[in-house]
């Protein structure tokens, strides 16, 4: 049988080299003297397309995948699927020979676990099946959580499809600052946090016929507080029916936190994934993994390519560089379908990663983590696991939050190499050694509830009459320690008082879904008189690592253009600068092409811009508009962001105030070379150093104007403030002793 498989690919591979004479002759793992000759006779070949080479060893398959079961299942061509219409296509599905039995058991019980491996249908068919089972009779809505922005758009596109509705209609989607539904829908995925929100408005969700919170694996913030919201809903509604999906093993976990809920099991259609590990470790994975794109397609058979990177900006590198190389490789290679995937990318690019590879082209989708289990793509045969993702990190202790590069699990790295085998057989290259997998890696993804910063969702708790939260039914609760220092975060933003209830002003930042931080800058506008420059920053904040465009060739021009944008105050003032300049060119596209501007997130700040506008309204504060008293703007955003205040020491460095932790000032920012004593930055990203990205400039009077619960003179007087004292106001320990 080993061998059978052997000679399959190998025969077809050499054909193809002989036909493309001039390519590539590498072969992943142990090679043998007739591969070796034969490299070396094509070296000069070789040397041209790849500088460096990285050398694999193979090792076993993943666990759970079989080679010699027996009764292998006919593998579906890909033309073949090409060829099969809707109808058919969602008959193949693993899902499919269950459909009856799902809804057995959906009748018989009010919360079921579903677990089957991705790809097999369960997002995508489950609220069809319940459609035509009769839950949405009387106007009664299936809704499906997502845990992710892309995954909800692309999924009810999806199923909008196959249903033969538009989009929007019977079928839609809500996430944050957008919502593509309408009276008459009646399946509505939605991202997780969007589903709490609902809870604002319909405490009992009682336009739902059944819920299902998916991917519960991925064990994001906002389905964890799900899993304890809707436990309790369904309690008081036996009409309410409850569907827990997950890909993993981990359903006994959430049946037993559902009361023993029964499992549902969807046999698994998986082929045999290979895996390889590099030898040694490397250096630098974004080019470790373009070379091993180039490798497997010069040298491995059909089958498109996967890649795992950790967000946007590793996306575009990785893109630009392997159009480089292929360009450079012009006719020698046959043609590579390069399709990037990311939240932020405009959903009609979004969707070339679902089309289907022409014959003889291959495709190489570069994605993120979202590519691990919440969209399946097709035709992948390998994927290249660099084993990062980005992750949230928060330290109770020093109250910093960042996102950081961080080693996946190897619950994850056996999710991504399974991506190989969908459809038939498949490689997984994974760009670490095989004993990093087995020493380094942790066995789980730890939940985001355990390592996250807790304020937005104490204070929607709070806002839905959750008081004590310490007693929570969470699957895992978040650390003490965490929701203390939310608790008092909220405190000293004067969305709770010294009771721990929420105040006027709680009530109203909770309307805003967006980070307590960011909502109390824009109720502090109103004090300010300038909401509408404050909205402004708002949005340009919530999309503002992807308005400056920086092309490689023009690096110069575009660095130039960018500064052009400074004013005086900082990169707050600098962003809203853009915005109005855009807005007075009557949001032209030409003008973003200029002046190396982003179009397509010019429009999402737009957009985003229209919904804290109409939330403005919501909560009664008028728009007023100061655009040149650039000290009242920051002092409204010193009145939310007050917790990140650096100041520069005798020594020239910045420490944070609070904490004394040493941060910098990005390299990008309109304040690197000035360098003030006090500023306020909006967030800290972690590279090499701990970066400030986007500061203004304060004074430090202002600080015990906007927080007086928070600062004491003293230590906010210029100089070293060696010792910090207590907060003013009610002590830490008298704030929580009430929870
Ligand atoms: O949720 P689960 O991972 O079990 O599977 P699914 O997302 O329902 O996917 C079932 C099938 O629909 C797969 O074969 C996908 O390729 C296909 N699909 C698609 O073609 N386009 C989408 N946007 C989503 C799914
Ligand atoms: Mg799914």
Redesign the pocket.
Same mark, same amino acid.
Do not use: M
């Given at each position: 049988f080993e061998d059978e498989k052997e000679k399959g690919p190998n025969a077809e591979q050499k054909r193809w080299e002989e036909e493309h004479v001039g390519a590539a002759v590498l072969r992943f793992g142990a090679r043998d003297a007739k591969d070796k000759a034969r490299e070396k006779q094509k070296v000069k070949d070789y040397d041209f397309i790849l500088d460096e080479e990285i050398e694999f060893v193979q090792a076993l398959q993943i666990p759970g995948t079989k080679k010699d079961k027996g009764k292998k299942e006919p593998e579906i061509s890909e033309t073949e699927k090409k060829k099969m219409s809707l109808e058919e296509t969602k008959k193949s599905?693993p899902i499919y020979p269950f459909k009856d039995d799902l809804i057995a058991a959906m009748e018989q019980f009010q919360v079921l676990i579903i677990e !089957?491996e991705? !790809?097999?249908?369960?997002?995508?068919?489950i609220p069809q099946y319940l459609y035509e089972a009769g839950y949405c009779k009387k106007g009664m809505k299936v809704g499906c959580t997502q845990p992710r922005r892309v995954a909800a758009m692309?999924?009810a *596109?999806?199923v909008a499809e196959e249903m033969g509705f538009k989009l929007g209609n019977e079928v839609g989607y809500s996430i944050r600052f957008e919502d593509c539904t309408s009276e008459r829908t009646i399946i509505k995925y939605m991202t997780d946090g969007m589903l709490l929100r609902e809870f604002l408005s319909e405490p009992d969700l009682a336009a739902y016929s059944v819920l299902i919170v998916d991917e519960a694996h991925e064990r994001t913030l906002h389905t964890d507080i799900l899993f304890g919201l809707v436990k309790d809903i369904a309690r008081f509604r036996p009409d309410l029916k409850l569907l827990i999906s997950s *890909?993993t093993l981990d359903a006994e976990k959430f049946s037993q936190f559902f009361d023993d809920a029964p499992v549902f099991r969807i046999p698994g259609r998986r082929f045999p994934v290979d895996i390889y590990y590099t030898k040694a470790p490397e250096a630098d994975y974004i080019d470790a993994a373009v070379v091993s794109v180039l490798q497997i397609h010069c040298t491995q058979p059909d089958g498109d390519i996967l890649v795992f990177l950790t967000g946007q900006e590793e996306i575009e590198t990785a893109t630009e560089m392997l159009q480089e190389r292929t360009k450079k490789l012009g006719s020698k290679i046959r043609e590579l379908i390069i399709a990037p995937i990311y939240a932020n990318l405009p959903s009609d690019l979004q969707s070339k990663i679902?089309e289907p590879t022409p014959p003889g082209a291959r495709k190489v989708v570069l994605a993120t983590n979202i590519a691990e289990?919440s969209?399946?793509?097709?035709g992948i045969k390998f994927v290249i696991d660099p084993g990062f993702c980005k992750q949230n990190s928060y330290n109770a202790r020093t109250g910093m939050e960042s996102l950081v590069v961080t080693p996946i699990s190897k619950a994850s790295a056996n999710q991504r190499a399974g991506r190989a085998g969908r459809t038939s057989a498949g490689k997984c290259f994974r760009l670490y050694t095989a004993w990093a997998y087995k020493n380094e890696l942790e066995e789980n993804t730890i939940p985001e509830i355990q390592r996250t910063n807790l304020g937005n969702v104490v204070l929607l708790l709070k806002s839905l009459g959750i008081n004590d939260l310490i007693h929570f039914d969470f699957m895992d609760p978040p650390p003490h320690e965490t929701l203390v220092l939310a608790l008092e975060q909220l405190y000293a933003l004067g969305a709770l008082n010294h009771k721990g209830e929420l105040t006027k002003l709680g009530r109203k930042m909770a309307e805003f879904p967006v980070d307590p931080m960011l909502s109390k800058m824009i109720l502090a506008s109103e004090k300010y008189k300038c909401s509408k420059e404050i909205i402004t920053i708002a949005s340009m904040l919530s999309v503002n690592n992807s308005i400056f465009y920086r092309p490689k060739d023009k690096v110069v021009h575009a660095d130039t253009a960018r500064q052009n944008f400074f004013l005086p105050g900082g990169d707050h003032i600098t962003l809203m600068n853009v915005y109005n300049q855009w807005e007075e060119t009557g949001h032209s596209t030409q003008w973003c092409y200029e002046n190396f501007i982003q179009h397509r997130s010019m429009k999402r700040a737009r957009d985003v811009r229209d919904q804290l506008e109409g939330l403005l309204e919501r909560v009664e504060i008028e728009l007023t508009t100061n655009p040149m008293d650039t000290v009242a703007i920051r002092k409204a955003i010193t009145a939310g962001f007050f917790y990140h205040t650096a100041r520069m020491d005798k020594g020239g460095n910045y420490k944070t105030v609070k904490y004394h932790q040493t941060v910098m000032i990005h390299p990008n920012s309109s304040l690197f070379e000035d360098r003030p004593k006090w500023l306020i930055y909006h967030e800290l990203v972690f590279t090499t150093k701990e970066f400030m990205r986007q500061v203004i400039e304060i004074e430090n009077s202002w600080l015990l104007e906007v927080a007086p619960h928070y600062y004491k003179a003293k230590e906010l007087e210029d100089g070293s403030g060696r010792k910090m004292p207590k907060n003013t106001g009610k002590s830490r320990d008298e704030v929580t002793r009430k929870y």
């Open positions: 599905l !089957g991705t !790809g097999s249908g369960k997002t995508t068919q692309s999924v *596109a999806r *890909a679902f289990t969209l399946t793509i097709d």
